[in-house]
């Protein structure tokens, strides 16, 4: 239970591309690369993404919005 409230305490939308990815299932490391870089890429272009930096430059825990 400890470690799903610590996963759950993370951006819903870093959590969704992470399991997304998991259950991709990549046959090699060189498939799962690109993989990766697309759950990256979704992550960072989310508003959860410029809230984390919001909330660690303020100091403060972030109001993740799951988008």
């Known amino acids: 239970m400890d470690l799903a409230r610590r996963i759950c305490a993370n951006a819903p939308v870093a959590v969704r591309q992470s399991l997304q990815l998991l259950e991709s299932c990549a046959a090699t490391e060189d498939d799962a690369w690109p993989l990766s870089d ?17 909330a660690f430059l303020e100091h403060r825990p972030p109001k993740w919005s799951g988008r």
């Open 38 to 54: 697309q759950a990256m890429a979704a992550v960072m272009a989310s508003e959860d993404a410029g809230e984390g930096i919001a």
